[in-house]
């Protein structure tokens, strides 16, 4: 089979090289990829929302299966567009996308299936957001209804910021047309969980737990990132909460996406606030974790390329993922400044030494070769160095001592991943 990924991150360096490994992958292909995807595959220059261009090097390389990556061009339709060619493709139609797509969406979704999430509103006037706000207190949160690249949530602390987010996203349109409408909502306490699932749009088949660090500063402070490290298992996802998540969330929501005839098919990930009562939905994402997959891919041990054809044919009911029992963890590497302004094209170098180590592989997220063939980074996030090992701490220990052989000056991570489930190890 003649397999195209479509991204450029760390998670597509991680599906790339668990595809490369399935004995059922004849060719491999990235769109756009990056220096360390080409180790993997044969990346193609063709950006993620050029859906002609996808389509001509899908013809010129005779592909049979696509996996598409990030979530823009699925909400955009590239799954639909595929779909009517009779191409397979692992990720949701549009109109499942929305999960995604609109916070509104999903919200509604969840209060007309009695799924637990946070008490909400839905606004497109900012003076009824900012009643909404005032009438409900502090602390509260604000999110921009679109796809606003990780950054349209605010928890308020205070009413004033949660009044300054409405203005932000409404009045001055820092999100473009994703602040146009928002969603105002209870703030939930507890600890997070992403909850992974295949589904084919009607069966969901979990995948193993795992958890990311969101803050870029030690000690869970600073602002969000798009993550800075994960780990799997995740020790607050026991077998009784895991068999809660997908009676009480996963199922309805699988159940409710094709009652409203939009059905699921692709990974489901869902983000969870383990509060007192119970699992309840913070957001749906309709893509692997970045960097979550790293993990998730690091202790698969079964074939990934047949899971994630079967969810394009309604066969998943058929499956069961084997799982390494050891623990896998990611430490993301990141250009000093990074969420902020960073420098690009600063040299990396020693990354052999550092993946030469058993069981640590070194996903690139953002990196390309210069003209002197130098590996150089080009992105927020860089790299992200992943392990495996019987425990988390051995894990840890691993990952940051791959971290230390890496040479890059420019660079910075934290130094603390993992420290929740450390503490219960
Ligand atoms: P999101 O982009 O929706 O994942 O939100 C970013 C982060 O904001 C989440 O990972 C949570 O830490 C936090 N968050 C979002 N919604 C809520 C909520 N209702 N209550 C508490 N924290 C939230
Ligand atoms: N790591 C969180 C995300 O991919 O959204």
Request: glycine fraction near 10%; hydrophobic fraction near 45%.
């Amino acid at each position: 089979m003649r397999c195209l990924v479509i991204g450029s991150g760390g998670r597509e360096h991680a599906l790339c090289w668990a595809l490369a490994a399935s004995p059922l992958c004849d060719a491999l292909f990235c769109a756009p990829g990056n220096a360390g995807i080409a180790q993997d595959a044969q990346c193609r220059p063709v950006a993620v929302d050029d859906f002609d261009g996808i389509e001509a090097l899908i013809a010129q390389e005779a592909i049979d299966f696509v996996v598409v990556g990030p979530e823009g061009p699925l909400v955009d339709g590239l799954a639909d567009r595929l779909r009517a060619k009779d191409i397979a493709v692992f990720g949701p139609s549009a109109a499942a996308a929305a999960l995604e797509g609109s916070k509104g969406f999903s919200k509604d979704i969840c209060a007309k299936y009695n799924i637990p999430t946070a008490a909400y509103g839905r606004f497109t006037d900012a003076q009824a957001a900012k009643d909404y706000i005032r009438s409900q207190g502090a602390p509260i949160v604000v999110k921009a209804d679109g796809l606003a690249a990780g950054k349209g949530v605010t928890v308020a602390m205070t009413v004033q910021e949660a009044l300054d987010a409405v203005d932000a996203a409404m009045v001055n349109g820092i999100f473009g047309t994703a602040g146009t409408e928002v969603v105002v909502e209870e703030f939930m306490e507890g600890e997070e969980l992403s909850f992974f699932a295949l589904a084919d749009g009607a069966t969901a088949l979990p995948l193993a737990s795992a958890q990311d660090h969101k803050r870029v500063g030690d000690g869970d402070t600073g602002p969000n990132t798009g993550g800075m490290g994960a780990y799997s298992p995740a020790p607050v996802c026991t077998p009784e909460m895991e068999a809660r998540i997908i009676r009480e969330i996963l199922t309805p929501t699988i159940d409710a996406m094709r009652a409203e005839g939009a059905p699921f098919q692709g990974v489901l990930f869902i983000g969870l606030m383990i509060t007192k009562t119970g699992p309840r939905v913070i957001e749906y994402n309709v893509r692997f974790g970045d960097p979550e997959c790293q993990v998730l891919m690091m202790r698969l041990q079964s074939d990934l390329l047949p899971a994630l054809l079967a969810t394009t044919n309604g066969t998943l009911r058929n499956f069961d993922l084997r799982w390494h029992a050891q623990s896998a963890m990611t430490v993301v590497l990141a250009s000093q400044g990074y969420p902020g302004t960073y420098q690009k094209g600063t040299v990396i170098r020693n990354i052999e030494g550092a993946a030469a180590a058993p069981d640590v592989v070194v996903f690139h997220a953002g990196t390309a070769r210069n003209d002197a063939g130098e590996l150089i980074a080009t992105g927020g996030r860089v790299l992200t160095v992943t392990t495996m090992a019987p425990t988390i701490t051995e894990a840890r220990n691993r990952a940051y001592a791959a971290v230390d052989l890496i040479e890059w000056p420019e660079g910075f991570c934290r130094r603390d991943i993992g420290h929740r489930a450390l503490n219960r190890e």
